[in-house]
């Protein structure tokens, strides 16, 4: 038998948009399939439904050469298939034991009995290098080891077909090495992978086929040791992507945002360190300076403190010479200072808002669009429409889409026209791309580069060295929460940056940064 799964002619529809139409995947026994496509292409779907999550209006789902009737996650686990979600499915104040035989525990006379569950755990823990703590809890524990605990789940359950939505989103480098590590060994045990992702990167790295969507159609199917990243990204976008970032020399101007020996104290309990320490530097006008780093280095709290999310316990924030240290976030955001959020779904949506009202967060309560506290619904509607022609925002149903319902991508898109509509001095921009496609990643970097020509002073935040690499005029690393080199991105190599970022490597004379 060829195939271990085959998913034949799938249709599923929503209200205003067809998420897969007439889409036909088949994997093979022991390989890794990589299924690629923009953010909305209908690559989650597609694997929701094989998951149970969904049911299609057409098409039918083989399963080791059986029709199989997948009527939700149960059904799946009893054919062997088991799914590590984009936004993982863990309860934080249970231990890892606890999550892994959540829905499957065993009990004895009313009584949880663990022994052999945690036998069995640490057992495959061990046998697939994943080094998880059983009795940690979810809570303390870090995104990568969260995303073992997910994949000890579908060991736990004995699943032989994995999938893996968008599995390295939200990890660093170092994570997303060990990750493509564990995926060859679980092959080599005779598992078979359907990997989700649009990091071309990634599948050149681990995949021995790729099926490519877009725009919820089946685009092909190909081996991947035969096709280029090129060809790759062109299936997937439907025409040429410029993989490089197009960036002129440009002289920067006056100083935009200055920042004067910062500390800001750890919130954990327990915690008397500070996570920023002592940090200086300065964004000038028509630049873009690049923070780099391993996440957890104290860049979450520094873009918390100058946003005013977090408070400053001693230094001094500036902005086009004015101090704004003890101003209110709402102050902040109307005197020219606009941030794009790491966390999109905490800090840049209101998920259940519709995609109109989330365009005009930052302003609503101007002039333009409230009148005696009531909102004028045509300018927003106006303004909104302006924006999603504009960016290019994708939805179903338009302004009135729910913004939960959105593919990442567009989410991001929303967030980053609202931002930049602002006109700000000073934008903030926090991993603007993590979790985006090759076409997204284009667009919003090519955006930024339009508003730092146009004399905006960015201050951009990543863990991905290409974007540092490619976007940033000049590079700040942080380690440990202080700012260890001030560097120029055509002066230094990957491996050196990388280096800097680990805390290997210290500049020897310290730079004004």
Same mark, same amino acid.
């Given at each position: 038998?060829?195939?271990?799964?085959e998913?034949?002619?799938?249709? +599923?529809?929503f209200?205003?948009?067809?998420?897969?139409?007439?889409?036909?995947?088949?994997?093979?026994?022991?390989?890794?399939?990589?299924?690629?496509?923009? $953010?909305?292409?209908? @690559?989650s779907?597609?694997?929701?439904? #094989?998951?149970?999550?969904?049911?299609?209006e057409?098409g039918?789902? %083989?399963?080791k050469?059986?029709?199989?009737?997948?009527?939700?996650?149960?059904?799946?686990?009893?054919l062997?298939?088991?799914?590590?979600?984009?936004?993982?499915k863990?309860?934080?104040?249970?231990?890892?034991?606890?999550?892994?035989?959540?829905g499957?525990?065993?009990t +004895?006379?009313?009584?949880?009995?663990?022994?052999?569950?945690?036998?069995?755990?640490v057992?495959?823990?061990e046998?697939?290098?994943?080094?998880?703590?059983?009795?940690?809890?979810?809570s303390d524990?870090?995104?990568?080891?969260?995303?073992?605990?997910?994949? =000890?789940k579908?060991?736990?359950?004995?699943?032989?077909? !994995?999938?893996?939505?968008?599995?390295?989103?939200v990890?660093?480098?170092?994570?997303?090495?060990? !990750?493509?590590?564990?995926?060859?060994?679980?092959?080599?045990?005779?598992?078979?992978?359907?990997?989700?992702?649009?990091?071309?990167?990634?599948? %050149?790295?681990?995949?021995?086929r790729?099926?490519v969507?877009r725009?919820?159609?089946y685009?092909?199917?190909?081996t991947?040791?035969?096709?280029? @990243?090129?060809?790759?990204?062109?299936?997937?976008?439907?025409r040429?992507?410029?993989?490089?970032v197009?960036?002129?020399?440009?002289?920067?101007g006056?100083?935009? #945002?200055?920042?004067?020996?910062?500390?800001?104290?750890?919130?954990?309990?327990?915690?008397?360190?500070?996570?920023?320490?002592?940090?200086?530097?300065?964004?000038?006008k028509g630049?873009?300076?690049?923070?780099?780093?391993?996440?957890?280095?104290?860049?979450?709290?520094?873009?918390?403190?100058?946003t005013?999310?977090?408070?400053?316990?001693?230094?001094?924030?500036?902005?086009n010479?004015?101090d704004?240290?003890?101003?209110s976030?709402r102050y902040?955001?109307?005197?020219?200072?606009?941030?794009?959020?790491?966390?999109?779904h905490?800090?840049? !949506?209101?998920?259940?808002?519709?995609?109109?009202?989330?365009?005009? !967060?930052?302003?609503y309560?101007? @002039?333009?669009?409230?009148q =005696?506290?009531?909102l004028?619904?045509?300018?927003?509607?106006q303004?909104?429409?302006? #924006?999603?022609e504009?960016?290019?925002?994708?939805?179903?149903?338009?302004?009135?889409?729910?913004?939960?319902?959105?593919?990442g991508?567009n989410?991001?898109?929303?967030?980053?026209?609202r931002?930049?509509?602002?006109?700000?001095?000073?934008?903030l921009?926090?991993?603007?791309?993590?979790?985006?496609?090759?076409?997204?990643?284009?667009?919003?970097? %090519?955006?930024?580069? @339009?508003q730092r020509?146009?004399?905006?002073?960015?201050?951009l935040?990543?863990?991905? =060295?290409?974007?540092?690499?490619?976007l940033s005029?000049?590079?700040?690393?942080m380690f440990?929460?202080?700012?260890?080199?001030?560097? $120029?991105? +055509?002066?230094?190599?990957? $491996?050196?940056?990388?280096?800097?970022?680990?805390?290997?490597?210290?500049?020897?004379?310290?730079h004004?940064?």
């Amino acid at each position: 038998m060829e195939y271990i799964i085959e998913m034949l002619n799938i249709t +599923k529809e929503f209200p205003g948009i067809v998420a897969n139409d007439d889409i036909t995947l088949q994997l093979k026994k022991g390989e890794i399939h990589a299924l690629l496509g923009e $953010n909305g292409a209908g @690559k989650s779907t597609l694997m929701s439904v #094989l998951f149970g999550l969904y049911q299609p209006e057409k098409g039918m789902i %083989k399963v080791k050469g059986t029709f199989a009737s997948i009527k939700g996650p149960l059904d799946a686990n009893a054919l062997g298939i088991g799914m590590v979600h984009q936004h993982f499915k863990l309860v934080h104040n249970f231990t890892v034991l606890q999550n892994i035989v959540l829905g499957i525990e065993t009990t +004895k006379n009313g009584i949880l009995k663990m022994d052999d569950a945690r036998e069995k755990i640490v057992a495959l823990s061990e046998r697939y290098n994943l080094f998880v703590d059983p009795d940690a809890y979810i809570s303390d524990i870090t995104v990568g080891m969260q995303q073992r605990v997910e994949i =000890l789940k579908m060991l736990y359950r004995d699943n032989d077909i !994995l999938i893996f939505d968008e599995p390295t989103a939200v990890l660093t480098p170092q994570e997303i090495e060990e !990750l493509m590590q564990i995926m060859r060994e679980l092959t080599t045990e005779g598992k078979s992978i359907l990997f989700i992702t649009h990091k071309l990167n990634e599948i %050149k790295a681990v995949a021995d086929r790729c099926t490519v969507l877009r725009r919820g159609k089946y685009i092909g199917t190909v081996t991947v040791s035969e096709t280029d @990243k090129k060809m790759l990204s062109e299936m997937m976008v439907g025409r040429k992507v410029n993989l490089t970032v197009d960036k002129q020399e440009k002289e920067p101007g006056e100083v935009v #945002l200055k920042v004067s020996n910062l500390n800001v104290m750890s919130k954990r309990e327990g915690h008397t360190r500070n996570v920023v320490e002592d940090v200086s530097f300065e964004v000038r006008k028509g630049e873009i300076v690049c923070i780099a780093g391993i996440d957890g280095n104290g860049q979450t709290e520094l873009v918390h403190a100058l946003t005013g999310l977090e408070s400053i316990t001693s230094g001094c924030v500036t902005l086009n010479g004015e101090d704004l240290t003890k101003k209110s976030i709402r102050y902040r955001n109307t005197h020219g200072m606009s941030h794009i959020p790491e966390d999109r779904h905490k800090h840049g !949506l209101v998920l259940d808002y519709n995609l109109a009202y989330n365009l005009v !967060l930052q302003q609503y309560f101007e @002039k333009e669009f409230n009148q =005696l506290g009531f909102l004028k619904s045509d300018a927003v509607n106006q303004y909104a429409d302006l #924006l999603i022609e504009k960016y290019d925002i994708r939805s179903g149903q338009g302004r009135e889409t729910k913004t939960r319902s959105m593919s990442g991508g567009n989410q991001q898109k929303t967030i980053v026209a609202r931002e930049i509509m602002k006109d700000p001095s000073l934008l903030l921009a926090v991993q603007p791309v993590r979790g985006l496609d090759v076409g997204a990643i284009e667009y919003i970097h %090519k955006e930024l580069v @339009k508003q730092r020509d146009a004399g905006c002073a960015i201050l951009l935040v990543s863990l991905e =060295l290409d974007e540092v690499m490619n976007l940033s005029d000049r590079i700040l690393v942080m380690f440990e929460g202080r700012i260890v080199a001030n560097l $120029n991105p +055509k002066e230094v190599t990957f $491996n050196e940056l990388g280096l800097y970022m680990a805390g290997s490597k210290r500049e020897e004379k310290r730079h004004e940064a």
